[in-house]
Structures are given as structure tokens and as C-alpha cells.
């Protein structure tokens, strides 16, 4: 079965900071991953996903993500954070080598991102 | 402008009344979705439907029905409501089930009394 974790509800970061938004994942296969972000009030916005190539995966907003195969890891990170990046934060995996009709993304439970300035 | 919109934005249900959610998409996206975001659980699959005409079963698919009569819409129909069913719905389609990114809309607040 397909999981993913987020280990931390809440990470605080100071405005100009980098920061890092954790991600580990366990699949039977390689795995899509992605991120997303939610604003208050607001859905769920795309911001960037693995499916395969080069580790390292630029998104929106000046985010990217590592790909860490030995770690099973997707961690988000930006160098110099705003605090505009103030939102909750959900790593998802899907599993390729999950069959039938459905192809299930799990989502893990998000991370609470606060820039303090 | 394109993309996914949502009615009811938020309701107040007494339980045991029928509730439908409605969602619709004008991407011609091929999959659609429905989750529900309960704190702490972070989003459950409810139903999904790969392509118009065919629709399957999530992760907690009891007490909800489902139906995709075309590629736009996917309406959420809760029989009779119980106070567990109170949460935050989204709808989110793709335009293929498999590794496309999934678009949501901007949710239906529901508290069932």
C-alpha cells in the first residue's frame, strides 16, 4: 500500500529565510509526487511533481522539491521565504504500479507554513 | 475563466435530509473527484470517475453517490445526512486519471446537524 508522511504539522520560518517543508513517501514502485498548496478558504493549487528525470523539480512561485530515491524523500524548499508562502502544504504520492481502475493519490496531512516578519 | 466551480460555497443540513454538492469543470478534463478535508485526516477520496459514464468508489465512499452523466459535471449526492458527514468537500478533475496534475475547486463548507 501507497502512504506518505508529513513528520511536521507546523513549521515556522522568519521572512527572508530559506525553508524546508518535509515529505517522505513508501510505494512498491517509482513514484509520482507532488505538492500542493491551500490558502485559507481556497482549494488546493498545484505547485509542482516528479514523475521522472532530473531530482530536482522547480515549481510555482519559486518553489522546488528533491527527489531522494535512498530516502524516500520529496522535501519542498525555497531560498528566501515570503510571507505571502504562509499556507498549508500536501505532499501526494501515486504508485504506477497500483492497478485496476482507479489510480489512487494518497495525500499526506499537510504542513502549516508560517512566515513571521 | 476556466476551471472548476463549486455550489453550495458553505450549508447547514438537519441530518437525515438529502444534500446534492454540485461541481462542475469547463477544462473537458476526463477525471473527475470528490474529497473530503477533515482536520488532521488531510483529503480522503470519496468517489472518482476516470471518464464520462463511468464513476468507482474511494476511500470512504459510504453514505455518498456519485454520477457522471458528461464530461462537465459530477454531482455529490448524500442520501441522508449524518453529522460525520460534516466537512469540507472538494471536487478536482485531470485531464487524464493517471499522472496529470488534479485542479480543485474552491470547496463546499457542509455542517450536518
Known amino acids: 500500500a501507497q502512504s506518505v508522511a508529513q513528520p511536521e504539522d507546523q513549521v515556522n520560518v522568519a521572512e527572508g529565510n530559506p525553508l524546508t517543508v518535509k515529505c517522505t513517501y513508501s510505494v512498491s514502485g517509482n513514484p509520482y509526487l507532488f505538492w500542493y498548496v491551500q490558502y485559507p478558504n481556497r482549494g488546493l493549487q498545484f505547485l509542482l511533481k516528479y514523475i521522472t528525470g532530473d531530482n530536482l523539480v522547480k515549481g510555482s512561485y519559486g518553489f522546488e522539491a528533491e527527489f531522494n530515491k535512498s530516502q524516500t524523500s520529496f522535501h519542498l524548499k525555497k531560498p528566501s521565504a515570503l510571507v505571502s508562502d504562509s499556507a498549508l502544504y500536501f505532499c501526494a504520492v501515486r504508485d504506477p504500479m497500483n492497478s485496476g481502475g482507479y489510480q489512487k493519490v494518497t495525500f499526506g496531512t499537510g504542513t502549516k507554513l508560517q512566515v513571521i516578519p | 475563466i476556466a476551471g472548476i466551480t463549486q455550489a453550495p460555497t458553505s450549508q447547514i443540513l438537519a441530518a437525515g435530509r438529502r444534500m446534492t454538492l454540485r461541481c462542475t469543470q469547463d477544462?473537458?478534463?476526463?477525471?473527475m473527484y470528490w474529497y473530503r478535508q477533515d482536520l488532521g485526516l488531510g483529503l480522503r477520496l470519496i468517489h472518482y470517475s476516470n471518464t464520462a459514464g463511468t464513476t468507482g468508489k474511494g476511500e470512504v465512499p459510504d453514505g455518498y453517490s456519485v454520477s457522471r452523466a458528461n464530461t462537465d459535471d459530477f454531482p455529490l449526492t448524500l442520501a441522508s445526512a449524518v453529522p460525520s458527514q460534516t466537512s469540507v468537500y472538494f471536487c478536482a478533475s485531470s485531464l487524464e486519471p493517471a499522472t496529470d496534475t488534479q485542479y480543485f475547486g474552491p470547496g463546499t463548507r457542509l455542517t450536518v446537524l
Open positions: 477544462m473537458r478534463h476526463n477525471a
